[in-house]
């Protein structure tokens, strides 16, 4: 590896959400926190839990940071010759475009990201606190290290209050307890940020759109057309597809169904 990688935008992000991470946990337990209580009574299991929590929360983070998040393969596969050929007997009113970038034909929700340079399937956005794209791959990882995350803020929050003590004189105490009162506020920031992406992101999931198609739906071509959202099944389909899978059923079988309630619905009516 060439040593200007270690200096790409990924490799920072991701050393410097590290670093912080363990920097923010060493501050609470150097410190008089309710961790440091707990340690000197002996009850090791909070600490532990706290540590594990910690640590699963990183190692999340950094897989959700480096895997493939849904990337459109510039060479297409013999599978996906059969889903472009299926396509074909999707309404003509949603052509499939080709990517004016990597010249690729774009599945119905993939959108080309310009960090990444690639077409992203089901593109949500392009993260920069991971250095990567969310979409159809990594998206419910995601959401779990929003939840996992904000477990972790929240406790390390309570833990930083817990040794906060304001009985001493302002300059003892600053001096005493200003790297823990930084790392509170930063802890107070973080949750907030956490709490808000989460409570998105779920809104989001539970109706079956994205980001991006929340944001666009007036630039976008197969959502300028319907007066609805056409990928919408209902709260627990929504669910079980976004994070089992199922029912696996392409986007643009949804986009037709979808399409075809609304004509009996219409004929109905009149």
Partial sequence: MAPWALL???V????????????ITLVLFLHDTALRQWEEQGELLLPLTFLLLVLASLLLYL????????????????????????????????????????????????????????????????????????????????VAYLALQLVVLL??????WSGLHFSQPWGLWLRSS???????????????????????????VASNTTTWEFISSHRIAYLRQRPSNPF??????????????WPSESWETLWAEG???????????V
């Fill in 8 to 10: 790409s935008p990924g």
């Fill in 12 to 23: 920072l992000v991701r050393t410097g959400h590290t670093v912080l991470t363990w920097g």
């Fill in 63 to 142: 897989a959700v940071s480096l895997m493939d998040p849904g990337y459109v393969n510039v060479q297409p596969q013999p599978q996906e010759e059969v889903k472009e050929e299926q396509t074909a007997m999707v309404p003509q009113a949603i052509p499939l475009r080709r990517c004016r970038y990597c010249l690729v034909l774009q599945p119905l929700r993939a959108r080309h990201c310009r960090e990444c340079r690639r077409c992203v399937r089901r593109y949500d956005h392009h993260c920069p606190w991971m250095e990567n794209c969310v979409g159809e791959r990594n998206h419910p990882l995601f």
């Fill in 155 to 160: 406790w390390g929050l309570y833990l930083a």
């Fill in 178 to 204: 200003g790297l823990l009162f930084a790392t509170f506020l930063l802890l107070s920031l973080f949750s907030l940020a956490a709490s808000l992406l989460l409570a998105s992101h779920l809104y989001l």
């Fill in 232 to 245: 919408d099944r209902g709260l627990t389909r929504n669910l079980a597809h976004f994070f089992c899978g």
């Fill in 259 to 269: 399409e075809d309630e609304e004509e009996e619905g219409r004929s109905q009516a």
